[in-house]
């Protein structure tokens, strides 16, 4: 048996690593200071002073708000919600709810995404982000024209009642013009309509499942096989029904022209 350690001894061991790991932290930070000493250089960030020094700090924490927030700016104002909820739906009446897995259905989601938006993002950049970094347009203009195409993007897909309902919740004056209507207004319209689309999507991808698994389970009880799961016995039919329909080349064009026939383009 190994003789336990006494109380003064595990103290002593821990001051001792707590000072060897100072120590190691320390010179190399004295080391780079003397180097910096030697050469005389020093790392400086120039934001200005006065009005401008303000500006730029407003500027710097607005983008690092704005790339915080990308992901949801991306969930929120995109194709993405429908593509991944259809997904996530298919798999599901596939009867698989391990595979593909959820990191596939957000990559293949993505990539849909952006063959969807390319069009839209590329007049936002056009409209605002070129000017704003060629620095012809301060901040806000630039925003509100980057927002523009992405607006009538939304108001392209949204449903007129969600249109409404928000525009209520919002007390907002419902506008001559919808395109005049605010981001905060558009935007959960948008992610409902978008639910509820892939919703609808999702329905219809059931239905066939569905009756593969009806089919399944009267010839299991017909035969007396009742102890055997109709899940497991239907499963490899919804394979190979799905991969002769060429399934994910059905669901993958449909969604991208629903979003195009939508827009007008394509």
Same mark, same amino acid.
């Given at each position: ?11 002593r ?12 932290l ?21 934001l ?32 993405? &919600?429908?593509?991944? +909820? #259809?997904? @996530?739906? !298919?798999?599901?009446?596939?009867? %698989?709810?391990?595979? $593909?897995p ?11 995404s ?34 523009e ?61 569905? &009756?593969?698994?009806? +089919? #399944?389970? @009267?010839? !299991?009880?017909?035969?007396?096989? %009742?102890?055997?799961p $109709? ?36």
């Amino acid at each position: 048996m190994f003789a336990v350690p006494a109380a003064s001894e595990l103290k002593r061991a821990a001051l001792l690593s707590l000072f060897t790991t100072l120590v190691c932290l320390a010179w190399p930070l004295a080391a780079f200071a003397q180097d910096a000493a030697a050469g005389g250089s020093a790392i400086n960030i120039d934001l200005g002073s006065g009005a401008g020094l303000t500006q730029r700090v407003v500027q710097l924490v607005g983008l690092m708000t704005v790339l915080s927030l990308a992901p949801s700016i991306v969930i929120m104002t995109t194709s993405f &919600v429908r593509i991944v +909820v #259809v997904l @996530s739906l !298919l798999r599901t009446a596939l009867g %698989m709810q391990q595979s $593909p897995p959820n990191a596939v259905l957000v990559s293949l989601a993505l990539f849909l995404s952006a063959i969807v938006m390319a069009p839209t993002w590329q007049d936002a950049y056009d409209s605002g982000i070129r000017p704003l970094l060629d620095q012809q347009m301060e901040l806000p203009q630039a925003f509100d024209a980057a927002s523009e195409p992405v607006k009538t993007f939304m108001l392209a897909q949204v449903d007129r009642g969600d249109l409404a309902l928000f525009t209520r919740l919002s007390r907002v004056e419902a506008p001559a013009n919808l395109q005049e209507l605010p981001l905060r207004v558009v935007t959960p319209a948008f992610m409902i309509s978008e639910l509820k689309k892939a919703f609808e999507i999702g329905f219809l991808l059931f239905v066939p499942f569905l &009756v593969i698994d009806l +089919v #399944v389970a @009267s010839v !299991l009880m017909s035969m007396g096989m %009742m102890m055997l799961p $109709p899940v497991v016995v239907s499963l490899p039919f919804k394979l190979i029904f799905f991969v002769l329909v060429d399934g994910w080349r059905l669901v993958a064009g449909s969604l991208v022209e629903s979003f195009q026939r939508a827009s007008g383009t394509g």
